[in-house]
């Protein structure tokens, strides 16, 4: 729904203005002012402003907003003003004192002030404004925050809904264009109750749940939980009654699948929520529906979201088949909660959704490796997680020969290592844990050698990337920090424990109020008014306890108490000095008490809640309701007072395995605490309440001393009389009596914790291995266990304590040493798993001593062995070059428990390369890398040759190494010389190394050939021979390239050229430059030719003020000039122009969703500041960014221009910058933005003749296509009967038009169809009648009755369609037996009964009736015959005799077959004509072979014309084809002959 701010005054589209009163106060305050920004007001405070100072005014306005509920609205402005003016914000409605809602930011660095609305809600929507003011005046503008309001809220749908009783309709109140959605208006209260749900974990002020009862959110959860999470969610919520749980589970399921039932078939495949990376959390589920139009909702927390089909949307369905996946999409910390699916009001599954806090502390950084280099990617998170999720290419990466996966024992260091990159591995890689996301590059830089191009490159042992930073460090430090986060939290907790404790303390220890009883009264306060009934009940009117004795109360009196309490008061100020003599007569004097005690409790049967004589004995009945005594002595506590009375049993709460709480009885005295004063009073029989078998409330009594609270003061006064409130049996407030001091608080020392815990380790066998933790406390001693061992220094371990850090250290780790450690101290433990692991290892030196490259000559064989060790079974490989090597002729693999060999025999050159061993076992793979070079001769020198210089007297050629050198460096290049024509060839020795040749014994004009030959070590090459070179010949430069004026001046140009691409095998010894005037053909030189211009740059001064010059250059070597180059641009010979000015009156001519027209004037010249414009630039930027794009990359002429390709409702900012030889002119801007958008526009139907009534037969599609006209873009809604369209209709929206289509229409898709229209400036709706019918069927059984004479009533049955057709009525005809056509009598019946009237006598009626609606007419139902015919007499006819004519025939041939001659490939088609009577019969042959049987020919016989058709002719079909017709007259035959063309 939205919630729109009002707008008062209008200044611009969506902006607000000032009000009447703002108005009114400007008009008195100053001077009115114009913006150059539409909708901004300035006000001027004095007439006449200094020099250099301005009124305030805004650069860039706040923009209206229409943001969903819940997001972040932010405002932007930008002001200027001399002097700088302030900037305040408000809102036409309510204020902005909530600092945690509305905040105020300034960026410097940009200028820019920002208001940003967080969490923004339909309260928030109003009209904001923004003031600057400075001393010289002020500028007001506003803005309009409109709020679209999601989810359903049930307190403002229940008013709507009483509004809509009322007969009052809210106006702001839209229905949301996402589904599931419904009308209230349309909704039965009754119907609509069901569609509220109860918010459920969002209110803050719950519910106090009793004692043992279950959260209902636990029972949402577990319903959709696997069994295997219920400990899990039991131990989350507090359940520990698991058999309880189980029973009251299983009820509660079987309801839900009786619920579930009335709407589905079938759900399985529950997968609760889950992130799967990117930002995105998902559940799924199938589900098979009973009604395809029931209603999906989904609920967070209690509260309907809306989602939509769209991926894009934050909640969002998608439907597989009968998989229905629900996704979540930019997660926040926010959307975590309670997510629940219901099928109309029932509820299908729910799942809990918790974010982690988990952050990334540091992020992965960019990673450059070379090919086959291992790149390491690593970060550091926030708090422990046992594996993040790392994504390359948008796919998930597993643990693998390509990928390794590692996390620190802390689970705070996370690595991806990439092994052996390649090209095809660079791009983006991503980690993500919990809801954060990193990701950065991989760039793998291709190898740069060109004679590696093409091979197989060698692995590396290098490692790149990583962050350079020290993660260890950084972890290590978050740990700590967050061990002194959790300790500060475990003393926060304990300090708060001890705060409530010392206040519960507070509250017993304050002074009782005042007692207001009487003398004799026996109440437990000592203040009420015991009554003794005489039949063995006891009353109080206060509710207190009382003690019986015949019907007498023997409780202590007022008086009495009083006197005890002045005693009591008399002995605070003296201190005791005999405390142990007192101890030990106290001890002795209770037992004896004690012993009383169990006496009463044998005579009397009853006994109060209150004190009791130990010596009364309890005459009478006791307790007749329920009560019970209990006859054994309780077992007495130390008690140091010998005065202290002995109490009775007491009830105590227990939870039953119903999950009910119930009462029991304690069987024996309480425990008695230690008191120091001896003078307390003892305790007496109690009364308390307990639950029997039947469920009522009775009372037992105590049958021994209550318990005493200990006082640790020895100081403190005998245990002085204080009263304290009980509910009673009947549920009234009474009193009792505490005799004896309080209880004091005693404060709980947690104890030892554990800062932290012991990590599993990983250790290498033989290798050290260190467990460590760390305790709370400095001085506390542990013990270290082995799966359940105590271990001891005996055993090879070193266990220290370093303060509060213990540590075990196992030097030399074996297999047996691998298991579970415990280390315990104080009652506390903490475990960690050690693993020994066995990997494959190599011993140092033979790895060193493989790692050596064996060189052996071509042909040998060599051998390459390694020894290792690690735990069987091992697999061994080995690889050369990358490819695994098998056993073969030339190679040959041993393994061994080890060692391994490799073997390879008859080496080649092309076995050069990397030798690689793996080994692998289930704790590691190990490789170690060698090399292998085969020597051999090296191959030919690599042409083609290159002459550097041919002249008279030298050739100097170049040519390229060998490709292959054998694996031995070039010692030398053996060269032979042959002049062209002759035989010998002349041997010039060897030269050192370097692949040229410098021959400077040559003749003029001769031509030479050389052969070239590489010398190595090893041998000899095969030679090169070269092309035929000649000595002296003409090699001219090429062309350079054309002049490039660097400045002119009138009386000077500056020239610069490059040097030619081809110096024609020799240096290039200067330049000669030529110029010419514009419209003379004639070229004049500006250099004299024989002094050549030496560098590539010339100042030309031979020009004439005014005039324009081309110019081109000539290239000289040993052989001569080149051609000259393409001529230079024309130039004028002019001082420099200056850059123009600003265009003018610049405006937009037209807009469109894609394109703008823009118009100018142009600039105005003024001499000596801007000259004239020769071309014009365009540029625009969008709203949201800071950088210009440039339309057009050359200028343009003309004052117009059309910018494209721009996006729909955008904002643009456009500016045209004008253009000369001087540079690019002052950029001028549009005052405003623009909005990609054509005129608004209300939306129209264009069609002019619309249907609204259409008949569609069922089965057949349902289309209907509307043409209208909007700007901007409209928003199209499609309704059924006011309600949103089913899943199954498919709607199209483009620009101008909108299509409904129903592939198949059914029956109940007939209904009134609505499209309605809206944009920013209206809406429009139309509306068509659909209705999906068919051919109806008939009517039943007809009858027929004579109720009037001379009329007939006929009577039928409906049709089976009446029910499903309102359109649906009757046609009734007649036909008498005088006429022979029938007649409707009767049309448009809508009832099942019709009087036919003149109906003659003597005449047969015959009625049918017809089932008609919108598709057609059904078939007719018949009637039976009514009346009869009148007899006449008989009539004869005497017919004559005729001779009956015999037309049999014989079969003959009215048209026989013909000579045919077909194409191989074609059809061929045979056809005759035949007669006979009775028809005969006919048989088709090829060579004398029936083919009627044959399915590759068609033979058909249509009305005497038989044919024979051959698809396609092959030469098989070649041959003599006849057809015989037969019947029992005779036989008769016509053959032909098929010929096939080749």
Not at 157 to 181: H, K, T, W, Y
Not at 495 to 519: F, I, M, Q, S
Not at 1172 to 1199: H, M, S
Request: glycine share 8%; charged share 30%.
């Amino acid at each position: 729904m939205w919630k729109k701010s009002k707008v008062t005054d209008q200044t611009a589209t969506g902006q607000g203005g000032p009000s009447e009163a703002e108005q009114e106060e400007e008009k008195k305050a100053g001077i009115k002012k114009r913006s150059k920004v539409p909708g901004v007001m300035i006000t001027q405070f004095i007439e006449v402003l200094p020099e250099g100072k301005s009124t305030p005014d805004f650069l860039r306005k706040p923009i209206a907003l229409t943001i969903q509920e819940g997001k972040l609205a932010i405002f932007k402005a930008n002001v200027c003003g001399d002097p700088k003016p302030e900037v305040t914000w408000g809102r036409a409605k309510g204020d902005m004192s909530d600092t945690e809602t509305f905040q105020k930011k300034y960026d410097e660095a940009t200028g820019e002030y920002t208001l940003e609305i967080h969490r923004v809600s339909g309260e928030e929507a109003d009209t904001y404004k923004c003031y600057a003011i400075n001393e010289y005046g002020k500028a007001i503008c506003t803005a309009a925050l409109n709020v679209i309001e999601v989810g359903f809220k049930k307190k403002k749908a229940m008013e709507q809904l009483e509004d809509i009783g009322r007969g009052r309709v809210n106006q702001n109140f839209v229905r949301p264009c996402v589904r599931p959605s419904f009308v209230l208006g349309s909704v039965d209260p009754a119907e609509f109750r069901k569609l509220l749900r109860k918010r459920k974990g969002v209110d803050k002020e719950e519910a106090v749940k009793e004692p043992g009862e279950i959260d209902e959110k636990f029972w949402e959860i577990i319903m959709s939980a696997d069994r295997k999470d219920y400990e899990r969610i039991c131990a989350e919520f507090g359940v520990k009654d698991f058999r309880v749980m189980l029973k009251k589970l299983s009820e509660k399921k079987k309801e839900r699948q009786e619920e579930q039932a009335k709407y589905i078939e079938t759900i399985n495949n529950l997968k609760h929520i889950d992130i799967k990376g990117l930002g995105i959390a998902s559940f799924e589920f199938d589900l098979e529906l009973k009604d395809l139009t029931s209603r999906i909702f989904l609920y967070k927390d209690g509260v309907m979201i809306p989602y939509s089909d769209e991926e894009e949307m934050k909640h969002s369905l998608k439907t597989v088949g009968k998989k229905l996946i629900f996704s979540v999409r930019d997660l926040k910390a926010e959307d975590a909660g309670l997510y629940q699916v219901d099928v109309e009001e029932v509820n299908l599954f729910s799942t809990d959704f918790k974010i982690p806090t988990v952050d990334f502390i540091v992020k992965i950084q960019e990673v450059k490796a070379k090919e086959r280099e291992d790149a390491m990617f690593e970060c550091v998170l926030s708090h422990p997680w046992p594996r993040i999720k790392w994504m390359g290419k948008n796919a998930t990466l597993e643990e693998g020969e390509k990928y390794t996966i590692t996390v620190s024992e802390d689970k705070l260091i996370h690595r991806l290592l990439i092994k052996d990159c390649s090209q095809l591995d660079k791009g983006i890689y991503s980690a993500a844990a919990g809801i954060k996301t990193c990701s950065a590059w991989l760039i793998v830089e291709a190898d740069s050698d060109p004679a590696s191009h093409g091979k197989k490159k060698t692995r590396k042992t290098t490692q790149a990337g990583g962050t350079g930073l020290d993660l260890g460090k950084l972890a290590q430090e978050q740990q700590e920090k967050l061990a002194k986060e959790r300790q500060e939290q475990i003393d926060a907790a304990n300090k708060a424990r001890a705060e409530e404790e010392r206040l519960a303390r507070e509250a017993l220890l304050a002074p009782p109020p005042p007692d207001t009883g009487d003398g004799d009264s026996g109440e437990g306060g000592d203040s009420g008014e015991g009554k003794d009934t005489g039949d063995g009940k006891n009353k109080s009117k206060s509710g207190s306890n009382k003690s019986k004795d015949g019907g007498k109360s023997v409780g202590k009196s007022v008086g009495e108490t009083k006197d005890s309490e002045k005693e009591e008061d008399d002995k605070k100020n003296k201190k005791s000095t005999d405390d142990s003599d007192k101890c030990k007569d106290a001890e002795k004097e209770r037992d004896d008490k004690y012993k009383k005690s169990t006496d009463v409790s044998d005579k009397g049967k009853g006994a109060s809640n209150n004190d009791i004589d130990p010596n009364a004995n309890g005459e009478g009945d006791g307790d007749s309701k329920g009560r019970k005594g209990h006859p054994g002595p309780l077992i007495p506590d130390t008690v140091i007072d010998p005065n202290v009375k002995s109490g009775t049993g007491e009830t105590e709460e227990y939870i039953d395995a119903a999950g009910m709480h119930s009462v029991r009885t304690r069987q024996g005295p309480l425990l008695k605490d230690t008191v120091i004063d001896p003078n307390g009073q003892s305790g007496t029989g109690e009364t308390e309440e307990y639950t029997d078998a039947s469920g009522k409330r009775s009372e037992s009594t105590r049958q021994g001393p209550l318990l005493k609270d200990t006082v640790i003061d020895p100081n403190a006064q005998s245990g002085t009389e204080e009263t304290e409130q009980y509910t009673d049996v009947s549920g009234k407030r009474s009193e009792r009596t505490r005799q004896g001091p309080l209880l004091k608080d005693t404060v709980i020392d947690p104890g030892v914790q554990f800062v932290s815990g012991l990590s599993n380790v990983h250790a290498l066998i033989g290798q050290p291995a260190e467990l460590m933790c760390k305790l709370s406390n400095d001085n506390c001693e542990g013990t270290w266990y082995r799966d359940s061992k105590k271990l001891t220094a005996d055993d090879g371990h070193i266990m220290s304590r370093d303060g509060a850090n213990h540590k075990l250290v196992i030097n030399r780790c074996q297999e047996e040493d691998s298991g579970k450690y415990r280390f315990e101290a104080d009652g506390r433990k903490t475990e960690a798993m050690l693993n020994v692991e066995d990997p494959p290892r190599f011993d140092p030196d033979d790895l060193s001593a493989f790692s050596q490259p064996v060189i052996v000559k071509v042909g040998n064989s060599t051998t390459f062995k390694l020894p290792f060790v690690g735990r069987e079974p091992m697999k061994i490989q080995w690889y050369r070059n990358g490819e695994e090597l098998l056993d073969d002729n030339t190679t040959k693999i041993e393994k061994s428990f080890t060692q391994s060999r490799l073997l390879l025999s008859k080496c080649q050159r092309k076995d050069t390369g990397e030798i690689k061993i793996k080994l692998k076992n289930e704790h590691g793979t190990m490789e170690a890398i060698s090399r292998l070079i085969v020597l051999d001769k090296p191959t030919a020198p690599q042409g083609p040759v290159e002459v550097l210089e041919s002249t008279a007297s030298c050739i100097h050629i170049k040519w390229r190494a060998p490709k292959d050198d054998g694996g031995c460096p070039v010692i030398n290049y053996n060269l032979e010389r042959q002049q062209v024509g002759r035989n010998t060839w002349k041997k010039l020795g060897d030269i050192p190394g370097v692949p040229e040749y410098k021959d400077n014994d040559v003749e003029h004009g001769r031509k030479y050939c050389y052969r070239i030959r590489v010398v190595t070590e090893e041998g000899v090459s095969e030679m090169m021979e070269t092309d035929d070179l000649t000595a002296g010949t003409l090699a001219f430069p090429s062309s350079p390239a054309p002049p490039k004026v660097a400045s002119a001046f009138n009386n000077c140009i500056n020239l610069t050229w490059s040097t030619p691409t081809d110096t024609g095998g020799s240096r290039i010894l200067g330049y000669n430059l030529e110029k010419r005037k514009k419209g003379s053909n004639l070229w004049s030189p500006v250099n004299p030719t024989d002094e050549p211009i030496q560098e590539k740059k010339r100042a030309v001064t031979d020009v004439v003020a005014g005039n324009e010059y081309e110019f081109r250059v000539y290239a000289i070597n040993v052989s001569g000039l080149s051609e000259p180059s393409s001529p230079s641009e024309f130039i004028f010979a002019k001082d420099p122009k200056n850059p123009p000015g600003k265009v003018e009156d610049l405006k937009v001519a037209d807009t469109s969703y894609t394109a703008l027209s823009l118009s100018w004037n142009k600039p105005t010249e003024e001499v000596g500041v801007q000259d004239e414009a020769k071309g014009y630039f365009i540029e625009v930027r969008q709203a949201e960014c800071i950088d210009w794009t440039r339309c057009n990359i050359t200028p343009i002429i003309l004052t117009t221009f059309t910018v494209k390709s721009l996006k729909a409702m955008a904002m643009y900012w456009i500016r045209v910058i004008a253009i000369n030889d001087g540079g690019e002119g002052v950029p001028q801007d549009l005052d405003n933005y623009i909005l990609a958008m054509p005129p608004p526009v209300r939306p129209c139907f264009t069609d002019n003749k619309m249907k609204s009534f259409m008949v569609v037969r069922a089965g057949n599609s349902v289309r209907i296509l509307l043409n209208f006209e909007a700007s901007p873009w409209p928003e199209v809604m499609w309704l059924k009967d006011d309600v949103p369209l089913l899943k199954r209709v498919n709607i199209s929206n483009s620009e101008s038009s909108s299509q409904l289509l129903i592939t198949s229409s059914e029956r109940s898709d007939s209904g009134i169809y609505t499209i309605v229209v809206k944009n920013l400036v209206g809406q429009e709706s139309f509306s068509v009648e659909v209705r999906v019918t068919d051919d109806p069927k008939p009517p039943g059984p007809v009858e027929l009755e004579e109720n009037v004479p001379g009329t007939v009533t006929v009577i039928w049955e409906p049709s089976p369609d009446e029910k499903r057709d309102d359109h649906l009525h009757y046609s009734v005809s007649k036909r008498d037996s005088t006429k022979g056509s029938w007649s409707t009598v009767a049309d448009r019946l809508f009832n099942n009964k019709f009087t036919a009237c003149n109906i003659m006598p003597g005449r047969e009626y015959h009625f049918r009736v017809y089932a008609k609606n919108d598709m057609g007419m059904s078939a007719p139902s018949e009637s039976p015959t009514w009346g009869s015919e009148r007899r006449k007499d008989t009539f004869v006819v005497n017919i004559p005799a005729y001779k009956t004519c015999d037309l049999r025939t014989a079969p003959a041939f009215l048209v026989p077959l013909r000579q045919h001659t077909a194409p191989k490939g074609y059809e061929c088609y045979m056809s005759c004509a035949i007669k006979g009577n009775p028809k005969p019969r006919v048989t088709w042959y090829r060579n004398n072979i029936s083919l009627n049987t044959n399915t590759n020919y068609l033979i058909t016989n249509i009305c005497g014309v038989c044919s024979l058709l051959i698809l396609r002719v092959t030469p098989k079909d070649w041959g003599e084809y006849s057809i015989q017709i037969e019947s029992s007259l005779g036989r008769a035959e016509s053959s032909t002959k098929l010929t096939v063309r080749e």
